[in-house]
C-alpha cells in the first residue's frame, strides 16, 4: 500500500512526550497527519461524519491538515484525556461526546492499522486473560493466586515456602504501588474484602526484560537495579538498561501472543534467570519513550511506519531488532 493520499490520525493528550516521539517521524512525510485529544476539543479540529448509502465518510481537520478515516488512515490511540478528569461538568460532559463520538467513527471505519482500538486494550489488559494467553503461547507464567480469603493466602504463602509477591491490578485512585513481598508472619486479615493478585515469586533473577512489540517487529531491553524487586520503584537514571536479544522462539512467542489479545503494539515483561524467562505482563499501551532513549530501539520509528504502511501478514518473517 503506498503513502498516496494516506492520512494518520494521532489521539493524545497535548503533553505527551511519547507521541510527541512518534508524530516526529510522520510530520514533513507524504502522509497528512493530524493529532487530537478528545478530552480537550475546542474549535479544532473539525469533525464530521456522515452516513449515506449504507457507509459512513468521516474527516477532520486542522489549519492545513485534512484526514479522511479510510484504509488509507492510520489511527495512534494513546492516552487522550480521561472523560472524567475536567474540572467542571460541562466540561466532563464534552469530553465524553466527543471521547464517544470519536470511537464510534473510529470503529466504523475500515482503517489501515488502529494502534490500538481502546475497546481492545480494555478487554486485553485483565491479568487473568493475559496469563492465559502467555500459557498457550509456551511462556512460562509463576502460580498465581486471585483472592479475597486471607485463609486461602495463608496456604497459597505456605505452599510456596513464603516466597510470594503481592501485585497492584491499577493505580488509579491511589499512589504508586510497587511489587510487595507477602510472608505467613504478616497480617494478612486486610486481604478480607478486596481481591489480591498473589504470584509466587521468580528467585534468582539475572534481570528483567521489556520486550515491546509492534506488529512483527521486537524490540528487547535488558532492566538491571541493584536487586529491587520492582524495577519501576527506580528512578530510570539508577538503573541500568542494555539491548538484548531473546531467544527466537520467546520473540515469536511474543508477537503472537499481541496478536492473539487483538493488539498491534504491547509491551511485556519478563524476569530472566539461568532457567530461562518467566513472564509477568503485558503492558497493552505500555510506555517505550525512557527505554528507546535509553538504548537507541528504534521504536517510535517502527510505530509510524506502520502507521503509514500498515500492518505486514502474519506470515511475514519475525524481525527482533537490535539498537
Not at 488512515?73 to 487522550?80: L, N, Q
Not at 498491534?264 to 513472564?279: I, P, S
Not at 506502520?306 to 518473517?317: A, M
Request: glycine content about 6%; charged content about 25%.
Amino acid at each position: 500500500m503506498t503513502d498516496h493520499g494516506a492520512g494518520v490520525v494521532i489521539v493524545a493528550t497535548e503533553e505527551d512526550l511519547t507521541a510527541d516521539m512518534v508524530a516526529a517521524h510522520l510530520l514533513g512525510g507524504p502522509a497528512a497527519v493530524l493529532r487530537l485529544d478528545p478530552g480537550r476539543m475546542r474549535e479544532r479540529p473539525l469533525v464530521t461524519g456522515h452516513f449515506s448509502g449504507g457507509r459512513w465518510r468521516t474527516v477532520l481537520s486542522s489549519g492545513t491538515a485534512t484526514v479522511t478515516l479510510d484504509e488509507d488512515c492510520g489511527v495512534y490511540w494513546r492516552k487522550p484525556t480521561r472523560p472524567d478528569t475536567p474540572a467542571s461538568a460541562e466540561e466532563r460532559w464534552r469530553a465524553d461526546e466527543n471521547t464517544t463520538a470519536l470511537l464510534g467513527l473510529l470503529r466504523a471505519q475500515p482503517l489501515k492499522v488502529w494502534i490500538d482500538d481502546p475497546t481492545v486494550v480494555e478487554a486485553s489488559r485483565h491479568k487473568p486473560t493475559q496469563l492465559r494467553a502467555a500459557a498457550r503461547r509456551g511462556f512460562t507464567v509463576p502460580d498465581t493466586l486471585f483472592t479475597s480469603d486471607p485463609e486461602a493466602a495463608r496456604a497459597f504463602i505456605a505452599a510456596h515456602r513464603d516466597k510470594v509477591v503481592v501485585k497492584a491490578l491499577t493505580q488509579r485512585h491511589t499512589t504508586f504501588i510497587p511489587t510487595t513481598r507477602i510472608r505467613l508472619s504478616d497480617d494478612l486479615s486486610g486481604i478480607a474484602g478486596t481481591l489480591h493478585y498473589l504470584q509466587a515469586l521468580v528467585e534468582d533473577r539475572l534481570y528483567d526484560a521489556r520486550v515491546t512489540v509492534v506488529d512483527d517487529r521486537v524490540f528487547a531491553a535488558a532492566i538491571s537495579t541493584d536487586g529491587e524487586l520492582d524495577w519501576r520503584a527506580v528512578p530510570a537514571d539508577a538503573c541500568e538498561h542494555r539491548v538484548i536479544t531473546p531467544p527466537p522462539d520467546l520473540a515469536r512467542a511474543c508477537v503472537e501472543h499481541v496478536r492473539d489479545l487483538g493488539l498491534v503494539y504491547a509491551a511485556l515483561d519478563f524476569v530472566v534467570t539461568a532457567a530461562g524467562w518467566t513472564y509477568l505482563e503485558t503492558n497493552c499501551v505500555g510506555e517505550f519513550g525512557w527505554i528507546e532513549s535509553a538504548t537507541g530501539l528504534p521504536i517510535s520509528a517502527r510505530i509510524a511506519h506502520t502507521l503509514r504502511h500498515g500492518r505486514t501478514r502474519p506470515s511475514d518473517p519475525l524481525r527482533a531488532v537490535r539498537g
